[in-house]
Nanobody
Framework: QVQLVESGGGLAQAGGSLRLSCAAS????????AGWFRQAPGKDREFVAT????????YYADSVKGRFTISRDNAKNTLYLQMNSLKPEDTAVYYC???????????????????WGQGTQVTVSS
């Protein structure tokens, strides 16, 4: 098992930046493919980005490609999401998620992930 705790959310202006972190505990973080999802009010939880267990492979939703960067530090058991050029439509609760590692990492459906954090709120003002 792995426990996930997000931090770093808050209020930002459009065009600004925020960096989210997700601290993992339990089994070694390197055993897990990890990802970020988000859920806006009244909407379903949607995929944002995922990263391979080595950190060398990444995959993004079209809506964030070129603006967001996912990364991980297995030695620190931490997942990151650097968010630049923020837009009001990025406002949502952001969740980190993990699943057992396989030969792939392009998992973009929430049903493919086993473990979830509690979420951190990101609000972008116009």
């Amino acid at each position: 098992q792995v426990q996930l705790v997000e931090s770093g959310g808050g209020l930002a202006q459009a065009g600004g930046s925020l960096r989210l972190s997700c601290a993992a505990s339990g089994r070694p973080f390197s055993r897990w493919v990890a990802g970020w999802f988000r859920q806006a009010p009244g909407k379903d939880r949607e995929f944002v980005a995922t990263i391979s267990w080595t950190g060398t492979g990444t995959y993004y939703a079209d809506s964030v490609k070129g603006r967001f960067t996912i990364s991980r530090d297995n030695a620190k058991n931490t997942l990151y999401l650097q968010m630049n050029s923020l837009k009001p439509e990025d406002t949502a609760v952001y969740y980190c998620a993990a699943r057992a590692r396989t030969g792939s990492y392009a998992y973009d459906r929430k049903s493919e992930y086993e473990y979830w954090g509690q979420g951190t709120q990101v609000t972008v003002s116009s």
